[in-house]
């Protein structure tokens, strides 16, 4: 069970994905995730968001998008806001580096995370190579 835990000002986050879920996740051609992809040294995560979920949760994979349940609800950007607290938590980097692409009033979403520092083990660090 991979377990990732996030220290808040709220009742500790705690986010599990069973080895069932990691073993789930979809490939692309390359071998690499699908849910997400590099461009230069910044992320962008594909995600799907449950709003009003009992608890707060990163779930797995579900049709390539990394889906997670969110306990706020999507009035206001409420649901909007709240992903960009756990993201941020997760990758350790300010909620102003991150920027909801597209998806702003749907429940799948496409996240720019700006030079994030920090990785969750789920995702793979790719090495970006200069052209000679």
């Known amino acids: 069970m991979l377990r990732i835990e ?3 000002k709220t009742p500790n986050l705690s986010f599990q994905l069973s080895r069932k879920h990691v073993r789930n996740m979809s490939y692309s051609k390359n071998n690499v995730m699908a849910f997400y992809r590099w461009e230069g040294t910044d992320l ?31 009035v206001d950007g409420k649901a909007n806001a709240e992903v960009c607290k756990i ?4 990758f350790g980097i300010a909620k102003s580096k991150i920027i909801i692409q597209s998806g702003h009033t749907s429940r799948n979403k496409s996240i ?3 030079s994030p520092p920090k990785l969750p083990d789920f995702i793979e660090k790719v090495e970006v190579l200069p052209l000679s």
């Open 87 to 90: 993201l941020a938590k997760l």
């Open 44 to 74: 962008i995560l594909f995600i799907q968001v449950q709003p009003r979920a009992s608890q707060t949760s990163i779930v797995g994979v579900h049709d390539d998008r990394l889906k997670l349940k969110i306990s706020a609800a999507p």
């Open 6 to 8: 996030l220290q808040t």
């Open 112 to 114: 720019w995370i700006k």
